[in-house]
């Protein structure tokens, strides 16, 4: 099993940044991929970004790219997520996830966090 955890969401300006940090736990040798994920109010869950857990590849989504960009610290056992650059369209649940079974960036992904909120105001 892996547990994730997620924080840094919270309220910020058209603009301004915000960074969200993911600390994993447990059956960490088994990831292929480590992503993030948001779902607005109505809205189908989305795929943001993606980091391979082996080499360190990134993927992200058209809508983020050049804004976001994805991270780990192995150290730490913690990804994270640098959102600059921010939009009101950016509003959502961010959810962290992790992959065991090397299907892809986008997923499907096997455990999630809880899930932080970011607003964007305009």
């Known amino acids: 099993q892996v547990q994730l955890v997620e924080s840094g969401g919270g309220l910020v300006q058209a603009g301004g940044s915000l960074r969200l940090s993911c600390v994993v736990s447990?059956?960490?040798?088994?990831?292929?991929?480590m992503g993030w994920f948001r779902q607005a109010p109505g809205k189908e869950r989305e795929f943001v970004a993606a980091i391979r857990a082996s080499g360190g590849s990134t993927y992200y989504a058209d809508s983020v790219k050049g804004r976001f960009t994805v991270s780990r610290d192995n150290a730490k056992n913690t990804v994270y997520l640098q959102m600059n650059s921010l939009k009101p369209e950016d509003t959502a649940v961010y959810y962290c996830?992790?992959?065991?079974?090397?299907?892809?960036?986008?997923?499907?992904?096997?455990?999630w966090g809880q899930g932080t909120q970011v607003t964007v105001s305009s």
């Open positions: 996830a992790a992959q065991s079974r090397a299907l892809g960036a986008k997923g499907p992904y096997d455990y």
């Open positions: 447990g059956r960490t040798f088994s990831i292929y991929f």
